[in-house]
């Protein structure tokens, strides 16, 4: 992979975390009924504005053209991992909002994609 193309995908990456966050924060209850399809329990909200601080992070952590080595494993992790729990919850019915499904395959994609520029050099 190209140092410029790489520097797009941890971009991007960085971009949608940093997206997410800041809705997290804002509107957490919307954004958890699109993933979900269900209210949030009591002190949910508090529990999905603290998640998106952590995306948030996340995303500062790997904005930029110099991605450092350990935020890239960082966010490689986290779109890996968050893949595989969105898709098992909307294969198994746990979630069932509108958003859960692009959202599934696009950390699948994302990590993928950072799984192969990590594995192929």
């Not at 940093?18 to 269900?38: I, N, R």
């Not at 952590?61 to 098992?88: E, F, H, R, T």
């Not at 979630?95 to 859960?100: D, R």
């Amino acid at each position: 992979m190209s140092k410029l193309s790489r520097i797009n995908l941890y971009k991007l990456g960085a971009i949608l975390e940093l997206a997410t966050g800041a809705a997290l924060v804002v509107c957490p209850a919307l954004v958890m009924q699109l993933l979900f399809g269900s209210p949030l329990g009591s002190g949910g909200d508090h529990v999905a504005q603290l998640y998106g601080l952590a995306l948030l992070g996340l995303g500062v952590a790997c904005w930029g053209d110099s991605c450092a080595d350990q935020s890239q494993k960082g966010l490689m992790m986290y779109n890996s991992v968050a893949a595989i729990v969105l898709i098992s919850f909307a294969v198994r019915g746990i979630a069932a909002g509108l958003m859960v499904w692009p959202a599934g395959l696009m950390h699948l994609a994302l990590g993928s994609l950072m799984v192969w520029d990590r594995f192929s050099s």
